[in-house]
């Protein structure tokens, strides 16, 4: 069985600082992919950021960065100089190569402080 | 155009109601999705579509039929619902090519209610 984990329900961040959301994918694939995905209050899923498991480099994408930790099998979702539009539910989906589906874990609830 | 654009936004059904929900894109994905969400939820995989063929079914109770006309069409047809399926109806799409590292486009979603 494959299990993704976000340990943390909910997350708090002033406006202007650093927020790292954690999550964890136990697996026995070695070929997979992280994705992380906001959905704000429009409850639309938007794409924040992909990390690919066979690269040793980490994922970024402007203030959005992935800590990939693989012998923990950790994707950490890093937010730096958070805004009020960060605000959202952020969930970690992994895929595995060879399958359609993503698995979506519990989702952090992420909150910016003004 | 990258967009999942889903009708209609909202729905209030009874029990004894036949509705259907509608999904569309345009982007050439050949892989087609729904997922059902409750609140403060993650999404479930309901059915994947590849090719206009059903390729994932995650056991969904037969009250859920879904229909793939075409490439670029996902409908997803409801009977006798009872009201704990009453959540936001999720579709998604990805270009289904074997390219394992792309994402999922979702639309907005329809938010069911069954009374």
């Known amino acids: 069985a494959q299990t993704v984990t976000q340990s943390q329900p909910e997350m708090s961040v002033q406006e202007a600082e650093t927020v790292t959301l954690s999550c964890t994918y136990d697996t026995s694939e070695s070929d997979y992919y992280l994705f992380w995905y906001k959905q704000p209050p429009s409850r639309q899923m938007i794409l924040v950021i992909r990390?690919?498991?066979?690269?040793?480099q980490n994922a970024t994408e402007n203030r959005f960065s992935v800590n990939f930790q693989k012998a923990a099998k950790s994707f950490s979702l890093k937010i730096s100089d958070s805004q009020l539009g960060d605000a959202a539910m952020y969930f970690c989906?992994?895929?595995?190569?060879?399958?359609?589906?993503?698995?979506f874990g519990t989702g952090t609830r992420l909150k910016v402080l003004a | 155009d990258t967009e999942v654009t889903q009708t209609p936004k909202h729905l209030v059904m009874g029990m004894t109601n036949k509705k259907s929900l509608k999904c569309e894109q345009h982007?050439?994905?050949?892989?087609m999705y729904w997922y059902k969400q409750k609140a403060k939820k993650p999404p479930e995989l309901m059915f994947v579509y590849s090719y206009e063929k059903l390729s994932i079914n995650e056991s969904v109770p037969s009250r859920f039929s879904p229909e793939c006309p075409n490439s670029s069409l996902l409908n997803l047809h409801l009977h006798a619902l009872q009201p704990e399926d009453s959540a936001l109806y999720l579709c998604?799409?990805?270009?289904?090519?074997?390219?394992?590292?792309?994402?999922?486009?979702f639309g907005q979603g329809t938010r069911l209610t069954v009374v």
């Open positions: 982007m050439g994905h050949r892989a």
């Open positions: 989906a992994p895929r595995n190569s060879g399958t359609y589906k993503y698995i």
């Open positions: 990390q690919e498991a066979y690269k040793q």
């Open positions: 998604a799409s990805s270009p289904g090519d074997r390219t394992w590292n792309t994402e999922a486009f």
